[in-house]
Nanobody, 111 residues
Framework: QVQLVESGGGLVQAGGSLRLSCAAS?????MGWYRQAPGNQRELVAT???????NYADSVKGRFTISRDNAKNTVYLQMNSLKPEDTAVYYC????????WGKGTLVTVSS
């Protein structure tokens, strides 16, 4: 079992920045972030494996940066130039044989 604890969501104006954090209870192969806006399916935002390889959704490339502290089993998502369409519940994900999910943190971007 892997427990994930997220932090860092909130309300921000368009063009602003937020940083999300997610701490895992143990090391995992990959960690990342997904998001789900009202009425939409959950979608990939960014992931990073233990080797540092990253994967980003096209919609966030150039604006969001994922990073990882393997010693702390923590993944971060730096979100810059936020847009109203980034508004969603952001879920931390970790993979260690199976997918594990955090409870989610709400990010609201006002126009």
């Amino acid at each position: 079992q892997v427990q994930l604890v997220e932090s860092g969501g909130g309300l921000v104006q368009a063009g602003g920045s937020l940083r999300l954090s997610c701490a895992a209870s143990r090391s995992t192969f990959s960690m990342g972030w997904y998001r789900q806006a009202p009425g939409n399916q959950r979608e990939l935002v960014a992931t990073m494996n233990s080797g540092g390889a990253t994967n980003y959704a096209d919609s966030v490339k150039g604006r969001f940066t994922i990073s990882r502290d393997n010693a702390k089993n923590t993944v971060y998502l730096q979100m810059n130039s936020l847009k109203p369409e980034d508004t969603a519940v952001y879920y931390c994900n970790a993979w260690w044989g199976v997918d594990y999910w955090g409870k989610g943190t709400l990010v609201t971007v006002s126009s």
